[in-house]
C-alpha cells in the first residue's frame, strides 16, 4: 500500500494540513476494497457510519435513480452522513474494482474538532453543495 498520508494529501479536503496532521489523520483511516457493481452506501438508508476516499479505481453516483456524477482516486463521500446522522442522500456504486480509505464517523468528528481548518475547508464544501451550479 503506498504511504497512506501521501494519499490523503491528494483530497482537496486534507490538502492543507501538516505533515504532522497527515500522519495523525490517516492512523484513523482504514482500507476497503470493493468490486465492480457494488453499491458502496444506498441512498434513504443509514448504510453504515463510514467516511470514503477513493484511493483506485471509479464510482458513479445517483441520486433517484439518475446519475449525477462520476467519483476517482483524491474523491470523498460520505461526510454529509458523518455530520448529519442522517441516511445517505445518494448512492454510491463502484463502476471498476474500487480501493477506498475510511474513516468511522466518530474518529471524523474529533479530528475536525481538533483540525480547525479541516472545519472551515468542510463548511465550504457544504456551501458549494446548498449553492445551485451556474
Known amino acids: 500500500m503506498a504511504n497512506l498520508a501521501e494519499e490523503l494529501k491528494q483530497v ?5 494540513l501538516s505533515q504532522r496532521q497527515l500522519k495523525k489523520l490517516s492512523g484513523d483511516f482504514s482500507e476497503r476494497t470493493f468490486q465492480a457493481g457494488a453499491a458502496i452506501v444506498q441512498q434513504g438508508k443509514m448504510s453504515g457510519i463510514d467516511f ?3 484511493a483506485d479505481g471509479d464510482a458513479s453516483v445517483t441520486v433517484d435513480g439518475k446519475t449525477v456524477d462520476r ?4 474523491d470523498y463521500f460520505g461526510e454529509l452522513a458523518l455530520i448529519g446522522g442522517r441516511e445517505r442522500a445518494a448512492t454510491v456504486t463502484a463502476d471498476t474494482r474500487l480501493r477506498c480509505l475510511t474513516m468511522k464517523s466518530w474518529d ?3 479530528f475536525v474538532t481538533e483540525n480547525p481548518d479541516v472545519s472551515w475547508k468542510l463548511l465550504q464544501h457544504l456551501v458549494d453543495l446548498l449553492q445551485p451550479k451556474r
Not at 482537496?12 to 492543507?16: E, I, R, S, T, Y
Not at 467519483?71 to 483524491?74: A, D, K
Open 108 to 110: 471524523f468528528r474529533r
Open 12 to 16: 482537496p479536503l486534507f490538502n492543507g
Open 71 to 74: 467519483l476517482g482516486p483524491g
Open 52 to 54: 470514503f476516499v477513493i
